[in-house]
């Protein structure tokens, strides 16, 4: 299959957030452009330093997250020699406004504060980050700067959105597309994991990922070559990534995968590192049924200091992956490696460790079977609410909870902690989140009011201290997938979609409605509550999708 062009759009500013110095006719810049320099000269910008006092400085903010450059179209001033600017990018306007190496701004993996030289009467385009702001600074001593125009550039696949959720809450249905917009920001050359930092492949994250593209997008070859890479790269008994559940989540990708696109030749391709990965992750269980497993022993980073709880989650993640390599065993006629799966599984269930109280261990002990899930929802999950939910692991604790059946505690929960990013004025959802942050927080659409906490300078921990955090990161994204799963009620139980069962869980929703991609074309889905609290569904899909009701 042909490799799918990324496309290009350009996008003006739609506010001027902050001015200082000498600028005039700021408002210019708010008019979509052509991108064309022209000796007529109208309607410029004016950025005027004298030599002394404040520099010229604008700060535009282009009303939503995205990935791509900056294009800066110039008229004429005098003389017709280049200018040198300082332009900074901003996921919040704090960042755009920082300064490198405080509250940890920095040019890591995107180079995003810069000087550069503007051309006379010309046009020049900046490279790639993820941003929503952008500030730039006339640096000349003595100059005047002419702008025609600054438009970002939205460097994005063109690809339609075929998966779709609406319900009678209008919170639900604005965390669900902005789940699938984060996602599909981070879908350039390889599916990353944020798009400041993280433009990488890392194979946990890529699991509420992955999960979001076929709820939303279908097929998309940015799955399969994330999934090739993170292999080709990591020869055993190297763990994708260094971490040993990453190595395991590539297993229960591609379980996913198939189920969804019922490719078998593209399963039949892994089969060969399948095994190898399988007989590495047994030979790390002990005689006694425990994990032993060597590597960074990680979960997600809110959980990385509970040591108790890791390995209670590595002895589920172990469980979890060796299972659904014995369902890829039988499905790809490998008896072996079936059995030795089930066989590992059956002993590692003898020894159910303690969760410590983590919400993330408790989610995976649920789902691989260790504990039941009403026992961990009553004892850890439903402790607090949304308290110590997180933006990674967020994903597993809400299926856990449906597992449960507590499906309305679990929208209450994505109402609330993903709600809250939204109400700071996030456009996509972000690294980590903790609703500890919130009293006297600033929202970060706007500069940082006297007497408030900066949101995105002032918190986050581990390797995304301050303006190093990621407000665009695509493993938070599992509230989109979930609500389509679980309230528009879809699940795949026959490889490649050729069976879905609809059970919808609309608590207390009115409605909602959606679609649902499949290789063979899209299902819509409408399931009304009557008077009587019963639902009523109508489903629409093409006759090669068999569809199961509850």
């Not at 979001?212 to 790269?233: H, M, Q």
Request: contains cysteine; hydrophobic residues 40%; charged residues 25%.
């Amino acid at each position: 299959m042909a490799q799918q062009a990324i496309s290009r759009k350009y996008i003006a500013p739609v506010r001027i957030l902050w001015q200082q110095g000498e600028v005039k006719n700021s408002e210019k810049l708010l008019k979509e452009g052509n991108g064309q320099a022209d000796l007529a000269n109208k309607n410029m910008v004016f950025l005027k330093n004298t030599g002394s006092g404040t520099k010229a400085s604008i700060l535009l903010d282009f009303g939503k997250e995205l990935h791509g450059g900056l294009e800066v179209v110039t008229g004429m001033w005098g003389p017709n020699k280049p200018l040198k600017v300082r332009i900074r990018y901003g996921e919040s306007a704090s960042e755009a406004m920082s300064e490198i190496g405080v509250k940890g701004a920095t040019n890591d993996h995107a180079i995003r504060d810069f000087t550069a030289l503007l051309p006379w009467l010309g046009k020049i385009q900046f490279g790639e980050s993820g941003f929503r702001f952008v500030r730039i600074d006339l640096l000349e001593e003595k100059a005047e700067l002419q702008l025609k125009e600054v438009r970002a550039i939205y460097t994005y696949r063109d690809i339609p959105y075929l998966g779709s959720f609406k319900s009678s809450d209008e919170r639900l249905n604005k965390i669900w597309a902005t789940g699938a917009y984060t996602v599909h920001l981070n879908m350039q050359d390889y599916l990353w994991d944020g798009i400041k930092r993280d433009r990488l492949v890392w194979v946990g994250d890529l699991h509420p990922e992955v999960s979001t593209i076929n709820a939303v997008f279908g097929y998309n070859e940015v799955v399969p070559k994330s999934l090739d890479l993170s292999r080709d790269i990591t020869p055993l008994p190297q763990w994708m990534n260094g971490i040993s559940t990453y190595s395991m989540w590539w297993i229960i990708l591609h379980y996913d995968w198939y189920m969804q696109h019922g490719n078998l030749k593209y399963l039949k391709e892994q089969q060969p590192y399948l095994n190898g990965l399988v007989k590495q992750i047994i030979s790390k269980v002990g005689e006694d049924h425990k994990e032993k497993m060597n590597g960074t022993r990680f979960l997600d980073w809110p959980s990385s200091e509970n040591k108790p709880g890791i390995h209670a989650g590595l002895q589920a993640m172990t469980v979890w992956s060796l299972s659904t390599a014995a369902k890829l065993g039988r499905i790809l006629g490998d008896q072996e490696t079936e059995l030795l799966c089930i066989k590992a599984v059956n002993g590692m269930k003898s020894y159910i460790p303690d969760p410590n109280g983590s919400k993330q261990a408790a989610a995976l002990m649920a789902i691989a079977g260790l504990i039941s899930a009403e026992k961990a929802n009553k004892e850890v999950l439903s402790v607090g609410g949304a308290a110590n939910f997180s933006t990674f692991y967020g994903y597993y604790m809400l299926e856990a909870k449906a597992d449960a059946g507590d499906h309305q505690a679990a929208m209450n929960v994505i109402k609330e902690y993903w709600g809250a990013m939204l109400d700071l004025g996030a456009t996509t959802f972000w690294e980590d989140f903790n609703l500890d942050w919130l009293p006297n927080a600033s929202r970060i659409d706007e500069l940082v009011p006297e007497g408030k906490k900066d949101i995105h300078g002032d918190y986050g921990a581990y390797c995304y201290v301050g303006l190093r955090h990621s407000l665009c990161h695509g493993w938070a994204s599992g509230p989109t997938a979930w609500l389509t799963g679980h309230v528009l009620g879809v699940k795949v139980i026959e490889p490649g979609c050729k069976a879905l069962q609809i059970k919808p869980h609309l608590g207390d929703l009115t409605f909602v409605e959606g679609s649902y991609p499949t290789p063979y074309g899209v299902v819509k889905i409408k399931h009304t509550k009557m008077a009587d609290g019963k639902i009523k569904s109508e489903i629409k899909g093409p006759k090669e999708v068999r569809i199961v009701r509850n």
